[in-house]
């Protein structure tokens, strides 16, 4: 599975923005897919995840925020990010899972990741 992420750019405090993820290969139905995000000079962080079902999870910071939806149909996942604040600056990734998790360790496949910069 080869994934592209795109989407990200630079907003303001209070904006919205949707990132999304294109799957090339076989079996995107079959994957559970997240986002992680890297803010500037800290770790990888999970953000959220869809299950095949559509049922998602999400990180604590990001709960009621950000929603992370599924279009099997055309291999794309999508991260719905609203009320953007500066601490949501971060390189933000989609990756591809057999088993889900929070753990990037439980990803087996990642995209390149795409910038996204919030101003005050």
């Known amino acids: 599975v080869q994934l592209q992420a795109s989407g990200g750019g630079l907003v303001r405090a209070g904006d919205s923005l949707r990132l999304s993820c294109a799957a090339s290969?076989?079996?995107?139905?079959?994957?559970?897919m997240g986002w992680f995000r890297q803010p500037p000079g800290k770790e990888r962080e999970f953000v959220g995840r869809i299950w095949t079902s559509g049922t998602s999870y999400y990180a604590d910071f990001v709960k009621g925020r950000f929603a992370v939806s599924r279009d099997n149909a055309k291999n794309t996942v999508y991260l719905q990010m609203n009320n953007l604040k500066p601490e949501d600056t971060a390189v933000y990734y989609c990756a591809a899972s057999r088993t889900g998790g929070g753990a990037s360790s439980a990803y087996d496949y990642w995209g390149q990741g795409t910038l996204v910069t919030v101003s005050s």
């Open positions: 290969g076989r079996s995107f139905v079959s994957y559970v």
